[in-house]
């Protein structure tokens, strides 16, 4: 089954299921086939890059349940690879539009920005092109 997010895909695969119990061996209920409610929602994945689980719950509610006991079912799941080590490329969003010029009159800067947002980035990284702009002469008094 595949699932797919704003920019990667996500591959789940198939769920193993796990039982466990706050208090084994205490039992409830009379004797015979475990009854379960229904399984929770699945959650969402551990992780955000690399590999992740997703994971759901039910609880035993009749038959021959021990006290608490549930039953878990995990699936991976897959996004790509984690690129936030140091020596990994850095990974930039597009350029931002260029401001206003600085300056009404002579000479001025002009400014746009982009953020690193993958990669070897440090956390709020951006960088920053500078241009030169020149709108007009000021008319200054002599």
Same mark, same amino acid.
């Given at each position: 089954?595949?699932?797919? @997010?704003?920019?990667?895909?996500?591959?789940?695969?198939?769920?193993?299921?796990?039982?466990? @119990?706050?208090?084994?061996? #205490?039992?409830?209920?009379?004797?015979?086939?475990?009854?379960?409610?229904?399984?929770?929602?699945?959650?969402?994945?551990?992780?955000?890059?690399?590999?992740? =689980?997703?994971?759901?719950? #039910?609880?035993?509610?009749?038959?021959?349940?021990?006290?608490?006991? =549930?039953?878990?079912?995990?699936?991976?799941?897959?996004?790509?690879?984690?690129?936030?080590?140091?020596?990994?490329?850095?990974?930039?969003?597009?350029?931002?539009?260029?401001?206003?010029?600085?300056?009404?009159?002579?000479?001025? =800067?002009? @400014? #746009?920005?982009?953020?690193?947002?993958?990669?070897?980035?440090?956390?709020?990284?951006?960088?920053?092109?500078? =241009?030169?702009?020149?709108?007009?002469?000021?008319?200054?008094?002599?």
């Amino acid at each position: 089954m595949t699932f797919i @997010s704003l920019c990667a895909t996500v591959s789940i695969d198939k769920p193993e299921t796990t039982a466990s @119990s706050s208090q084994t061996g #205490r039992r409830v209920g009379r004797q015979g086939p475990k009854m379960w409610d229904q399984w929770s929602d699945w959650s969402g994945c551990s992780v955000t890059c690399g590999v992740g =689980k997703l994971s759901r719950w #039910r609880h035993c509610i009749a038959g021959g349940c021990s006290q608490g006991e =549930k039953e878990q079912q995990l699936k991976t799941c897959t996004f790509p690879a984690c690129l936030y080590e140091d020596g990994q490329p850095k990974i930039w969003d597009q350029w931002g539009k260029w401001s206003c010029c600085s300056a009404s009159c002579g000479p001025g =800067k002009v @400014s #746009r920005w982009r953020h690193c947002v993958a990669g070897g980035c440090a956390p709020g990284e951006k960088e920053a092109q500078i =241009k030169q702009c020149y709108l007009s002469e000021c008319d200054y008094p002599q």
